[in-house]
């Protein structure tokens, strides 16, 4: 596609629920990020994924926090067990190159999570 | 530890003035800095993008300065527009790592009034 494309836009669940994100990253790019943003802070890196290497999962912030993502495709952000601190916006971005030279992120719009 | 630091956290100015975002970081061994526009509801969107040598980089109404000695950048908008409001981010790439080694400011909020 054209850009990076993320569903739901919003998701309003119940705690203790559990929550699946998807990504859609653009055509042929082989760097896949997941980020979440709290209200009035700077994103934090929860995993990276590059081609077909193992995933950088360092950033997930607990054993509820689970991404896959099957080859250069699609990738699914899945939370368990949702607790209301999880509430944030969960913004994906995709690069044509995994290396921090002149390559740029894409971000999608971000799936606006509220856990009550 | 590495971390960026911008200020102010929120700004409001009048249309068609000018404004300044500064960023400063302790990110080392630094790469790149990156100003990104974030607007209300939408992922982020890359502005321009400064290298260990780059000093000024323009891209037009636009100006980003880097002083790698001090370690510190700014944004320096010119003849604001009530578009131009939104949540400016500084992000800064570590030497050799992959980009999701990347660290965020927390953002600027520039609010234009007409």
């Known amino acids: 596609g054209a850009g990076v494309s993320q569903s739901p836009s919003n998701k309003v669940t119940e705690k203790g629920k559990d929550v699946e994100l998807r990504c859609d990253p653009i055509?042929?790019?082989?760097?896949l990020y997941w980020y979440r943003q709290r209200l009035g802070q700077g994103l934090e890196f929860l995993i990276y994924?590059?081609?077909?290497?193992?995933?950088?999962k360092s950033g997930l912030p607990s054993d509820r926090f689970s991404a896959e993502r099957t080859g250069e495709s699609v990738s699914t952000l899945t939370i368990q067990r949702t607790q209301q601190e999880d509430s944030a916006v969960y913004l994906c971005?995709?690069?044509?190159?995994?290396?921090?030279?002149?390559?740029?992120?894409?971000f999608g719009a971000g799936s606006r999570l509220t856990v009550l | 530890k590495n971390q960026v630091e911008q200020s102010p956290q929120s700004l409001i100015i009048l249309e068609g003035k000018n404004c300044t975002l500064q960023?400063?970081?302790?990110?080392?061994?630094?790469?790149?800095l990156r100003w990104y526009k974030q607007d209300t509801g939408r992922g982020p969107v890359s502005l321009t993008i400064?290298?260990?040598?780059?000093n000024t980089k323009s891209n037009g109404r636009y100006t980003a300065t880097l002083d790698a000695d001090t370690k510190q950048s700014s944004l320096h908008i010119t003849a604001s527009q009530l578009s131009d409001s939104a949540s400016y981010i500084c992000?800064?790439?570590?030497?050799?790592?992959?980009?999701?080694?990347?660290?965020f400011g927390r953002g600027t909020q520039l609010t234009v009034w007409p």
């Open positions: 992000v800064v790439s570590v030497r050799g790592s992959t980009l999701g080694r990347l660290y």
């Open positions: 994924f590059q081609g077909n290497s193992a995933p950088d």
């Open positions: 400064m290298t260990f040598s780059e």
């Open positions: 971005a995709s690069s044509s190159s995994g290396f921090s030279g002149a390559n740029v992120l894409t």
């Open positions: 055509s042929g790019h082989t760097a």
């Open positions: 960023c400063n970081y302790t990110v080392s061994p630094f790469s790149n």
